[in-house]
Nanobody
Framework: QVQLVESGGGLVQAGGSLRLSCAAS????????MGWFRQAPGKEREFVAA????????YYADSVKGRFTISRDEAKNTVYLQMNSLKAEDTAVYYC????????????????WGQGTQVTVSS
């Protein structure tokens, strides 16, 4: 089993920054591709960013490209999402996810999920 715990969410002003963290409880962290998704009230879960198991590929939703950066620290079993130039439409619950295949953008391809962390951006 892989347990994922997100942290780092909070309330920020538009134009500000936050860094989300996702800690994974597995010795085989490096074998997983990791993804970040978000879900706002009344909306479907939306892909944000993903990073491959080998950390040689990343992929971003068009809505966050150029503003968000996904990274991973194998020694700490942690994936990060650095969010800059935040906008009101970034407000959502952000979820960390993991799969043991290649990079994916579909939620159903991810086997493990964290509990989510709230990000609220005020305009």
């Amino acid at each position: 089993q892989v347990q994922l715990v997100e942290s780092g969410g909070g309330l920020v002003q538009a134009g500000g920054s936050l860094r989300l963290s996702c800690a994974a409880s597995t010795r085989t962290f490096s074998s997983y591709s990791m993804g970040w998704f978000r879900q706002a009230p009344g909306k479907e879960r939306e892909f944000v960013a993903a990073i491959s198991w080998s950390a040689i590929r990343t992929y971003y939703a068009d809505s966050v490209k150029g503003r968000f950066t996904i990274s991973r620290d194998e020694a700490k079993n942690t994936v990060y999402l650095q969010m800059n130039s935040l906008k009101a439409e970034d407000t959502a619950v952000y979820y960390c996810s993991a799969n043991n295949g290649g990079i994916e953008i579909l939620p159903r391809r991810y086997e493990y999920w964290g509990q989510g962390t709230q990000v609220t951006v005020s305009s």
